[in-house]
């Protein structure tokens, strides 16, 4: 749900050539809401655990023992294991797919029927996540998902099959999909609609077809939306726990307590009322993300927007 | 916005800024030989004596109960009016919650919001409740034996029931029910393939050969729930969870105490008159409920799985004594959780929080038509006496509980961690896989083993 509040922060802010009036107050108190808010409920709580993380509970100062405690815990390597196959799923079919269905939707098809398609693709998004994994419970479970000949034919016959550990990751990118990439594709459209109708007909007069205009013009010009999805996507990837959690309870324990990372951090804080090793968990989960989006911002020139 | 060349810069030196100064915080690390990360250990000053917050006698008292003991609780409310109370229901701790531990975790932070009665169908809670959460912090739990309850009502409680309340000498919770396991059947079936209930586990096995091959699709057992393992291998004296010394867990699988039972379960399972599908596993009440002629498991299947879950007819249903095995002089079965009332420290209404707590563990107001076997034995007299507690089954039930409650082996011991993570999590999922459980024990056992160094126990595995 935070994607889509960030998104429509960032959406806007493209008029070029008007010059910017400084002064006003209106300004200032129209931006103070949020400051206040990101101060208290985003950078307090990252410098806090910064300082958790770098001290034990007695307040100590601990350098970098507490991320080295918690690397060598048993847990840590299959836990970023699993988020990063997930990752790596989850990103790469979002990417495929989104940009793919957004191009069929933009040129291959009537105005109407495509506006159909981005609404009902966006739907299952209105969920919060919590519904949209008790739906996904059904779907999966034999005994009551209306695709159940699926699953047995697939020669899973139970919901602990189902279930199995090798099955996971794959169980939790169809879920993201789902639920978050019909948000996407209505971005991606938006993106598409931006190139000018005069460069898509200059590339037909020179003899593109279609899937060339779409390789070769289209998908270069949104080039910096592709790459503002993956930051997005990664950084919520990273943050993986309702839809894990919600498995283990409702698994009855098969799936791991400390599948994801963030539920590592939530076992050490509150079952082994850790909450310095949660904080060093965390802190390597913004180290990651921070890592992920210098590389996609670096690559895709995101901020050189004024220069085109 | 203009300036679009400096932002770029700068954005390139970072990475080389970062690296020198985490070098820097690095190498000052080495040299000023920094504090451990490890949390403190409990310190001895939690075993000092209790020291109540000042007390109002008038003050409401706030109590955490799950949804199968809140009739209790409203009826003491009842019966109690003068009592202020405000009732809350929770999960109780059931299936591995964790959400009580998780709440008193951040009051111990915000120094405010405990409960001042909780039950818990968990033992596990009571493990870390009987110790200070973080330094300077006292334990959730009040020592009900430092003159909050007397001690002629402590020992009236069953045999080792208490232990899983107990620390450092003192007892920490009050136990609401055992459950010690039993051997469940289903006497109209059992009577109508012409079977005899087995007294020993060699016979138990046998039978449940003799079932796959003359009544196929009929299940002796189930191994695929999260307590399955205290049904069987606490039953088989396996040395799984046994706490040594207080800090000191010893986890040997490979024992003849495990495998035996390891082995005889594989071969029933390879059979299919057990299944690896839990009774409590969705569908399977619909699918298989009716075809289950034995189930080894705690005094609360009767009620539980029997009548509410897989609707079984009233008058086919018995149980018979723990089983054995050839050669064992002792006899010993399982418990399948029972639950415990904490009194919270941090009360300030300690004799109300106290007075609700005897009532609810000990009166035979409350227990003798308690859903579950009492724990405080003349309550549980009182509970065998209620023909409304036995009228369910085909027969007598009272022997069987009560040889059952006598016999609960007291290796299997209550850890800082569930005993169900490692089963669920391991053991569970290799099974639906198709493994065999002789061929699990060592992943098991090393899920056992790394759960206990998180938590702090030294581990021997011999």
Not at chain 1, 5 to 19: D, H, K
Not at chain 1, 188 to 207: Q, R, T
Not at chain 2, 73 to 89: C, D, F
Not at chain 2, 340 to 345: F, H, K, N, P, T
């Amino acid at each position: 749900m935070t994607l889509l509040e960030s998104r429509r922060v960032t959406a806007p802010a493209r008029r070029r050539g008007v010059s910017r009036r400084r002064g006003g107050r209106a300004g200032y108190l129209f931006v103070a809401g949020y400051a206040v808010l990101l101060l208290a409920f985003g950078v307090f709580p990252t410098v806090y655990a910064f300082y958790l993380s770098l001290t034990n509970d007695r307040g100590q100062f601990t350098g970098v023992n507490q991320f080295v405690k918690v690397i060598q815990d048993y847990r840590f390597v299959p836990a970023f294991t699993d988020m990063l196959l997930y990752l790596v799923m989850w990103l790469v079919l979002l990417v495929v797919l989104t940009v793919l269905v957004a191009v069929v939707l933009r040129g291959r098809m009537r105005p109407g029927l495509s506006a159909l398609f981005r609404f009902l693709f966006y739907l299952p998004g209105a969920l919060a996540g919590v519904a949209s994994v008790l739906v996904w419970l059904f779907m999966l479970d034999p005994d009551v998902s209306p695709v159940s000949w699926l699953l047995d034919s697939l020669g899973l016959n139970s919901f602990a099959a189902v279930l199995a550990p090798g099955n996971l990751p794959v169980i939790l990118v169809l879920i993201a999909f789902w639920t978050g990439a019909g948000g996407w594709i209505v971005v991606m459209y938006g993106a598409l609609n931006n190139i000018p109708d005069e460069v898509l007909e200059a590339a037909k007069m020179d003899g593109a077809g279609p899937w060339k205009t779409a390789w070769h013009i289209q998908i270069p010009m949104i080039r910096t939306w592709i790459a503002y999805m993956a930051i997005l996507a990664f950084a919520a990837g990273t943050q993986l726990f309702v839809e894990p959690q919600l498995l283990q309870t409702a698994s009855l324990g098969r799936v791991s307590p400390t599948w994801s990372p963030n539920q590592l951090a939530y076992v050490f804080a509150f079952q082994q009322g850790d909450f310095n090793g949660a904080a060093a968990v965390s802190v390597f989960l913004l180290a990651i993300g921070l890592i992920a989006a210098g590389l996609l911002v670096r690559r895709s020139d995101m901020f050189k927007v004024d220069e085109t | 916005m203009r300036t679009t060349t400096s932002p770029r810069a700068a954005f390139r030196r970072t990475p080389a800024r970062t690296a020198v100064a985490v070098l820097a915080v690095s190498a000052l690390t080495t040299l000023a030989g920094c504090a451990s990360a490890s949390p403190a250990a409990p310190t001895a000053a939690s075993s000092s004596a209790f020291k109540p917050v000042t007390q109002n006698p008038n003050a409401t008292i706030t109590v955490w109960t799950d949804s199968t003991r809140l009739p209790e609780v409203q009826a003491y409310q009842k019966s109690h009016p003068g009592v202020k109370m405000n009732i809350v229901t929770y999960d109780g701790s059931a299936d591995g919650s964790t959400y009580l531990q998780t709440k008193v975790q951040l009051f111990d932070r915000t120094g405010s919001g405990w409960p001042d009665v909780v039950f818990s169908s968990s033992t596990t809670d009571a493990t870390w409740a009987s110790e200070p959460t973080k330094p300077g912090a006292i334990p959730f739990a009040a020592p009900l034996d430092q003159g909050l309850v007397p001690q002629s009502t402590l020992d009236n409680f069953a045999k080792g029931s208490l232990t899983a309340c107990q620390y450092n000498g003192h007892t920490y919770c009050l136990r609401n029910d055992i459950a010690q396991v039993v051997l469940w059947y289903n006497k109209t079936l059992m009577d109508q393939f012409g079977y005899t209930v087995p007294t020993t586990w060699e016979q138990y096995e046998a039978l449940g050969q003799k079932v796959a091959k003359q009544h196929p699709g009929y299940l002796v057992g189930s191994v695929g729930d999260t307590n399955s393992q205290e049904s069987y291998f606490w039953s088989s004296q396996c040395p799984a969870f046994d706490l040594v010394q207080p800090d000191t867990l010893r986890t040997d699988l490979s024992s003849p105490d495990c495998t035996r039972m390891s082995n005889l379960l594989d071969t029933l399972i390879s059979d299919k008159s057990v299944s690896t599908q839990g009774f409590f596993s969705q569908g399977f009440a619909k699918d298989s409920g009716s075809k289950v002629l034995m189930a080894n498991g705690p005094s609360w299947y009767g009620q539980y799985l029997f009548n509410s879950a897989f609707k079984t007819p009233a008058g086919q249903i018995a149980a018979a004594a723990p089983l054995t095995w050839d050669g064992d002089t002792t006899a010993a079965t399982g418990n399948v959780g029972g639950g415990l009332w904490m009194v919270s420290s941090h009360s300030t209404n300690l004799k109300a929080a106290t007075a609700l707590a005897t009532w609810l563990t000990t009166s035979d107001a409350n227990q003798a038509s308690a859903p579950t076997y009492p724990a405080y034995v003349p309550a549980a007299d009182a509970w065998l006496a209620n023909p409304a507690n036995k009228q369910y089954f085909a027969s007598d039930v009272s022997s069987a509980f009560k040889q059952a409650a006598n016999e609960v082996w007291t290796g299997w011991s209550n850890t800082k961690f569930s005993d169900a993570t490692a089963w669920s999590s391991v053991v569970l999922p290799a099974l639906t896989a198709g493994k065999t459980l002789t061929s699990t024990l060592p992943a098991w056992q090393a899920a056992i083993a790394d759960e206990a160094k998180a938590e702090g126990y030294k581990v021997t595995t011999q």
